[in-house]
């Protein structure tokens, strides 16, 4: 519905002022001028009611699929009809809007294009629209606010970081050519088809989406070849700086947030994209339970990507399956401080004869244990440390044959990753868990 604006309000305020005053001091002339202050208002009020915005809003970004902290160039196509007018278009990003700008006259032939960048600040299926209009009338008395309710979700893809080859052999050079056929025909030679019902989502084509303005599938199927096995800690028990985010209302559902986590995420995708360019097909392996529905990126880890970008920490069942799955296939496996149980699964996902290499991550700033003076107690037990075993979960690592480092965030993933070749030094972070700090 069209209001008034605040200076419209003052119009009608000014009008009754002036009439009052020409009543009170017997000065007629004045009704003429208090009837026009009136009379404007009215009807700007009118004309904006009158003119209702009748539009179709269309979208294309570039690129479809975007990288979180990367721009992402959006064309908006208005079309319809509307007068020239300011627009506002929500976007996730601070301060939450793109604009305002002005959109000049709108007809049936001849649209109006806008054109704006945003920066997807986090990973996940982004929202980008609606396109809101503030159609005025020429002296902004009046104002209509038009919502186009069109919006379009963006799969936003953790960021990726290249990797130094070390950690994790090659595949056989036998199977490298197959799988290097694989990649190929995973990036050019992908057949679509229309989207069905029943459909997973996961296998929806962006690209292929974008371009035709329809939703499509993907209808090839995955090639054999050597695989890799990624493990990643989801449950929100493993790490030391989780906490509850809840919504903007109150009955918004609370979720669980990590810095830890999302670092760990980055190197999941890193790692992910390391062993596909090496002739891996990756495997990703979670204790808690993930969407079926999961969207699906372009590439040869274009479903692992895709669902690193929507995982989000939970809780595991009460019972993991601890039987080794089969296969020995090299693992990666990128936690926190996983609990005992999770420590336990995780060590059971590698045959002993595979290669397996595992990054314990944690909080970059780690909250500050009071000091106190050391007792002569203190003095004696300080002989007897090495009976103390100070990071159990790194031990537990260790002891079946994993190569194992223990990084802060504070380090760029490429530079953790040289830490779990051996290429840097390694140093023992002050927050590394203790064998009394196990979870419950």
């Not at 506002?88 to 959109?103: K, N, S, T």
């Not at 005992?340 to 595992?358: F, G, K, N």
């Not at 103390?388 to 537990?396: E, G, K, S």
């Amino acid at each position: 519905m069209p209001r008034l604006t605040a200076r419209g309000i003052a119009f009608l305020v000014t009008a009754v002022g002036i009439g009052a005053l020409a009543y009170g001091f017997e000065r007629p002339e004045l009704l003429t001028i208090a009837a026009v202050a009136a009379a404007a208002p009215l009807i700007a009020f009118v004309t904006v009611a009158s003119s209702r915005p009748r539009v179709r809003v269309t979208r294309h970004l570039e690129p479809v699929i975007a990288t979180e902290g990367e721009p992402v160039q959006v064309q908006v196509t208005v079309s319809g009809r509307a007068r020239a007018a300011e627009w506002v278009e929500r976007v996730p990003m601070l301060p939450g809007f793109a604009g305002p700008g002005r959109l000049r006259e709108v007809t049936a032939s001849r649209p109006a294009r806008i054109g704006y960048r945003y920066w997807p600040p986090h990973r996940g299926l982004l929202s980008v629209g609606p396109l809101v209009i503030e159609d005025r009338d020429p002296f902004a008395l009046a104002l209509r606010v038009v919502d186009t309710r069109a919006m379009v979700a963006q799969l936003v893809l953790p960021a990726v970081t290249p990797l130094t080859p070390g950690p994790v052999p090659d595949p056989s050079s036998e199977a490298g050519p197959r799988t290097s056929r694989s990649r190929e025909r995973a990036d050019d030679d992908v057949v679509t088809r229309e989207y069905r019902d029943g459909d997973a989502l996961r296998r929806v084509h962006w690209r292929v989406t974008a371009r035709q303005g329809e939703l499509m599938v993907r209808n090839d199927e995955p090639q054999a070849g050597p695989h890799a096995r990624l493990i990643v800690d989801t449950q929100s028990l493993g790490y030391l700086d989780a906490r509850v985010v809840r919504g903007v209302s109150a009955r918004a559902s609370r979720t669980v947030t990590s810095a830890t986590f999302e670092w760990l995420v980055r190197m999941a995708a890193s790692s992910a994209v390391h062993l596909a360019e090496r002739g891996y097909t990756v495997e990703l392996v979670t204790p808690t339970e993930r969407g079926a529905e999961a969207p699906m990126a372009d590439g040869p880890v274009g479903d692992v990507l895709g669902e690193l970008a929507v995982i989000a920490l939970g809780r595991r069942p009460a019972d993991l399956d601890e039987h080794a799955p089969p296969g020995a296939p090299p693992v990666v496996a990128l936690a926190g401080a996983p609990d005992e149980q999770t420590l336990r699964w995780m060590l059971a996902q590698r045959s002993s004869r595979a290669p397996a290499v595992a990054l314990l991550a944690g909080p970059a700033e780690p909250a500050r244990q009071p000091s106190r003076q050391p007792s002569q107690r203190d003095a004696r037990a300080s002989f007897d440390e090495t009976r103390i075993d100070t990071d159990p979960v790194r031990t537990a690592f260790e002891r079946a044959g994993w190569r194992v480092v223990r990084v802060s965030i504070a380090r760029s993933v490429d530079d953790a990753w040289l830490s779990l070749m051996g290429e840097v030094a390694e140093s023992e972070p002050a927050w590394s868990v203790s064998s009394d700090g196990a979870h419950d």
